[in-house]
């Protein structure tokens, strides 16, 4: 079983940054793509960005520009560093992996922005 905490979210004033981690309980040299995702109250959970195992990365057009994914395999760690936030940021932000077909998830974490 494979398990993923994030951490960093937190209260921010919009034009602020944050930066989210994701640990994950076993080596992620391996694991063909991690992201992270978003789902704000009422509505579905949205891609955000992913990074795939050679280092490339896909960002979503709300977010192209302003936040940045990289992984840190040594610390089997994920990051999504968010600058220039905006109130409509506002959400719980979800780690995930893919691994072999199957989707993991973490517990989320909560980012606001306040305008």
């Known amino acids: 079983q494979v398990q993923l905490v994030e951490s960093g979210g937190g209260l921010v004033q919009a034009g602020g940054s944050l930066r989210l981690s994701c640990a994950v309980s076993?080596?992620?040299?391996?694991?063909?793509?991690l992201g992270w995702y978003r789902q704000a109250p009422g509505r579905q959970r949205e891609l955000v960005a992913r990074i795939t195992r050679g280092g490339s990365t896909y960002y979503a057009d709300s977010w192209k520009g302003r936040f940045t994914i990289s992984r840190e395999n040594a610390k089997n760690t994920v990051y999504l560093q968010m600058n220039s936030l905006k109130p409509e940021d506002t959400s719980v932000y979800y780690c995930?992996?893919?691994?072999?077909?199957?989707?993991?998830w973490g517990q989320g974490t909560q980012v606001t922005v306040s305008s």
């Open positions: 076993r080596s992620i040299f391996g694991i063909d793509t």
């Open positions: 995930n992996a893919l691994i072999w077909d199957n989707d993991y």
